[in-house]
């Protein structure tokens, strides 16, 4: 392997294309999230572990006072070791289970009445939006930058 090929190699070019299929959508009470992970790799690759987590991007604000922070909601190990040859594909059923964290304004809507107004009206007022995703990577030996994919989940 030439220079070039180490460098692609460390960054993690060429080598290892991760797909994620989940199935949705997600419970606002929590449960599990279920799907298959195909790994496709290009070049002689050994994989260390493929880790699969369900999180929240939560922001709050507008303008130069949005806020947005990562929430994990689970997370699990689904594979270790594998070593896949140039052109080998594998794929990896995975089960995570997750639990929801609310907000205070989420708390208040669930209640109903005047106090679930309050949480809707509190809400608005802080400009808060959740977006939920469920993201597969790989850890590769000798990369710096593991492959990954990611999919967008609605809660219901």
């Known amino acids: ?25 997600l419970s606002s009470g929590g449960g599990s999230v279920a799907g298959a992970i195909q790994l496709t790799a290009k070049s002689d690759q050994q994989i260390l572990e493929v880790i699969v987590k369900v999180y929240e991007l939560y ?15 689970g997370k699990a190990t689904v594979s270790q070791n594998i070593d896949l040859k140039a052109g080998e594909s594998k794929s990896l059923d995975f089960t995570v289970p997750y639990t929801v964290s609310k907000s205070i304004n ?21 400009a808060e939006r959740s977006e939920y995703y469920v993201k597969a ?8 930058l593991s492959p990954s994919d990611k999919a967008a989940m609605k809660m219901v």
Do not use: C, Y
């Open 106 to 126: 989420d708390n208040l809507k669930e209640k109903g009445g005047v106090v679930g107004a309050l949480g809707k009206l509190g809400s608005l007022a802080e």
């Open 1 to 25: 392997m030439g220079f070039m090929g180490k460098i692609k190699q460390w960054l993690g070019i060429g080598g290892v294309k991760v797909t994620l299929q989940a199935t949705g959508p």
């Open 59 to 73: 922001s709050t604000g507008r303008g130069k006072e949005k806020r947005t922070r990562e929430i994990d909601m």
């Open 137 to 144: 990577s790989a850890k590769v030996k000798g990369t710096v």
